[in-house]
């Protein structure tokens, strides 16, 4: 019997993470050796991972699927945007027949925070973001198959919520006492204050505590909540030091209440500082250039905001940079995902939108291959809904012989539909004149 691989992308998040744990516990012999399978965190370099008896999760190389290559296997929802909901999760339940509650509710986890805003400082997706400043992949993964460890094996009416809070508080409380100047005391107070309804919803930390406590006793528990308060300090120091790209990035106001900030920096919680700076009612859109990578990220605080005219412009760049050919549809310019010839850059299409050309999961993509000029031209030209080229400062669009058209941007189209009707309503008014 020959052991399969499993594949999965650096940095990885819940969903994954959950997906590959139903896979080595709860397969039920479907896969042979898949409870020893090695586990690769993968950069997402092509030439590098395997191609034989292996199984993709939460990620997959191009050009690869079930059906391409011998013994390969892939669980990985991100090609299929156009079906939002779907996760890796999911699609391993569909697999392996799981209908379980306790399953569903792993897949429950893995969909809300694949798919909406976590805004809740401690739920388990959001914690596992922050342990990657500071923890290796194989380190994270240990913690959350803790989780699901107890997940699985405790008995519901055997939870005693005020146990656990109590000794999730009394960790945090001894941990605050003994680190004076501690850098995230208020944090942490502000867990022990809303100690009383964490419970409420078992994506909360305070219930990974609680079910820890009683599977896996007091020690092992109390290593598992130190963890945690060891990543939200070393997010914080990250976040304080943020301030200085902020102070230094570009700054582009498009009207009182459109800003687009552009700033050229590593640090991972640039964006999440700029966002803490503005003021509320603002809609801000942030662009990350990443120097050492030599990747970016733009980032809009609006929820449904579109950022399709700004990936088509990029995308028609970056093809007319590689000497290939533009599309002429828009739905194929602007649809999520990636588009041939334009990679490694993709569009996430979800209730936050944004574009990418690299990510901490996709470490090795090429660097960037169109001038970051550029890049910031089509940011600020599509961002701002009332610039046009000087050829159309009037109402007349010039159409195809201006070097804009091949990003079909809505406020063009818009323009020519307006022009194409007062054309109309002119013609029809001499015609009424003349009869």
Known sequence: MTVPEIVTHTKPDLDGLMAMYKLTHCDGGKIPGINEAEIIYWNGDNTTVPRKNVIFVDTSPENVTNDSHQNVLVFDHHPHVDHPGKTASSYVDVYLGLTDEKSFTLSRWASRSDFHPIKDPMNISLIIKLMHSIYSDQQIQAWTWMIADAHYAVDLEQIDWTKGKDFFASVVQKFLETNNGFIVKDRLTGWLDRMHNAHEDTMNIVYSATINLIINGPEKTKEWITMIIRAVESD???????????????????????????????????????????????????????????????????????????????????????????????????????????????????????????TLTRSSVPPIDIEIDTIIRVASITLDTEFF???????????????????????????????????????????????
């Open 236 to 358: 914080r120091r990250l976040f304080l030091e943020a301030q200085k790209a902020f102070d230094e990035a570009q700054k582009m106001k498009f009207s009182e209440n459109t800003i687009l900030i552009i700033g050229t920096t590593d640090n991972v919680k640039f964006t999440h500082y700029t966002r803490s700076q503005v003021q509320k009612g603002i809609m801000l859109y942030i662009l990350q250039i990443q120097p050492k990578t030599g990747t970016f990220q733009l980032s809009c605080n609006r929820r449904n905001k579109s950022l399709a005219d700004v990936a088509a412009g990029l995308r028609a760049e970056i093809l007319k940079q590689r000497n290939k050919e533009i599309p002429k549809s828009w739905q194929e310019l602007k649809r999520g995902g990636t588009i041939p010839g334009t990679d490694p850059l993709y569009y996430h299409v979800g209730e936050y939108q944004m574009i990418f050309w690299g």
């Open 389 to 435: 080229p000087k050829d159309c400062e009037g109402e007349t669009c010039v159409g195809p012989s201006c070097s804009l058209f091949p990003w079909l941007m809505a406020k063009c189209n818009y323009k020519r539909k307006t022009q194409k009707n007062k054309s109309s309503n002119l013609s029809f008014f001499y015609f009424k004149k003349l009869h």
